[in-house]
Structure formats: C-alpha cells, structure tokens
C-alpha cells in the first residue's frame, strides 16, 4: 500500500507538538463515511515490550469481519512515553507495516485517539493524514474531554465535550461493559464511526478488526 510520507519522525517533544498544532489544521473530521462502499476495514495496534515496538495492521472484511490480511513490523521504540505524543513513539513502526499491506482498506480503526486529544490530533488522525483514508479512534481508556457515563446497554453512548466542543463519544459497544472512547480520526465525522464502530463490534468490548490486531501485536 501506498501512503504518503509526510515528516521525519527524529524531533524532540517541543519540536512534536508544534508539529502536532500545524498539522491538526489539515485534519477533516466532519466528513461523513460512505458506509455503502465499505469492504475492507483495518484494526491497527502496536505493543511495546523491552522497549522493542511491535506494529500490527489486521485487514477484515466487511460486514462479515472475516481477517483477510495480518502484517507486522517491529523495531526498537524510538521515542519516550509521553502523553499526547503516542504518534511519534507508535507513528515510525507502523509506516514499516502499511507499507507491507497488499489489501488496501477503505477504513481504518486504530487502538488510541482521533481528535478526542489535546491539541485535535491523535494516532488515529495523525496517521490518517499519511494514509488518505477514513480512520476512526477507539481509546480504550479515556485520554481527554469531560463527560457522563452512558447508560448501560449497547449502543448507548454520551458527549466527550473539551472546551464547550463534542470532541468524541463514550460508546458502550457491550450491555453491562465499560465503554470505550471514539472520536474521528480523518476524512470521517463522529456519526458514521460510532455506527461502523457497533458494526464492527458483534461479541466483545473492541471492534473486532481491533482486537485481532491487538491480539498479533501481543505476539512479540
């Protein structure tokens, strides 16, 4: 797969957000996902252990969510953990393996932040703008934004508000279970990834592209 490379990855934590702040500016997160034209979406996640960083990227069909294409990458973590700089720690060993996808999805969904995130970019949008595709946030633990707890059963779901902005959704994707923190990432709006989202999501707490992906990542 082709993506676009659009920095260096080798900056300092203030050199990083001020990259951060100029390119938020070019992020589109109120464009709706054409959900008819949907047939491959990827789960994105890496791992990180002995400071050694294992990217994986699980291709599934959609809407049947049957696993297509898995590819990994890994190479030493280069970059401290810092939050809201997940990009430049994560951003580098998942270049290494998009570029080994031969199936090219239509939509992404990565294991962290869309716009839900301080300066509006997480991994999800920041990476969106390598991919030129449609990808969404799912956080499984909530980073930014004020907001109340939905109520219980699946589908439910309540405002991430950060400085009188909706920045995201907590969307409990199971009855009964904790929910989990979407925002969109790039090239979509918050209505159709929490809808692909709960498509994606028929058993567990994750969406199942981004579990299978956690899942390989953890294989390091």
């Excluded at 934590?13 to 034209?37: F, M, N, Y």
């Excluded at 980073?143 to 109340?148: F, K, R, V």
Aim: net charge neutral; charged share 20%.
């Amino acid at each position: 797969m082709n993506i676009q490379h659009r920095h260096g990855w080798n900056l300092k934590p203030e050199e990083a957000i001020a990259l951060q702040k100029q390119l938020a500016g070019e992020v589109i997160s109120t464009q709706p996902i054409d959900l008819s034209k949907v047939r491959l979406v990827a789960g994105v996640d890496v791992s990180v252990k002995n400071e050694v960083s294992q990217a994986a990227v699980v291709v599934i069909t959609y809407p049947d969510l049957q696993p297509v294409e898995t590819v990994l990458a890994s190479q030493p973590t280069p970059f401290p953990y810092i939050p809201g700089l997940l990009s430049f720690r994560e951003g580098p060993v998942l270049e290494k393996a998009f570029e080994k996808l031969e199936h090219e999805p239509d939509v992404f969904i990565f294991d962290g932040m869309g716009i839900a995130h301080p300066r509006r970019i997480g991994i999800a949008s920041h990476m969106g703008l390598w991919l030129n595709k449609p990808t969404i946030g799912c956080g499984k633990t909530h980073l930014i934004g004020d907001y109340q707890e939905p109520d219980s059963e699946r589908g439910a779901y309540s405002h991430l508000v950060n400085k009188g902005h909706v920045i995201g959704v907590a969307l409990r994707t199971r009855t009964g279970v904790k929910p989990v923190y979407i925002s969109p990432g790039h090239l979509a709006d918050l209505t159709t990834s929490i809808e692909l989202t709960l498509l994606c999501t028929p058993k567990y707490r994750l969406p199942e592209p981004i579990r299978l992906a956690h899942n390989a990542a953890g294989t390091l």
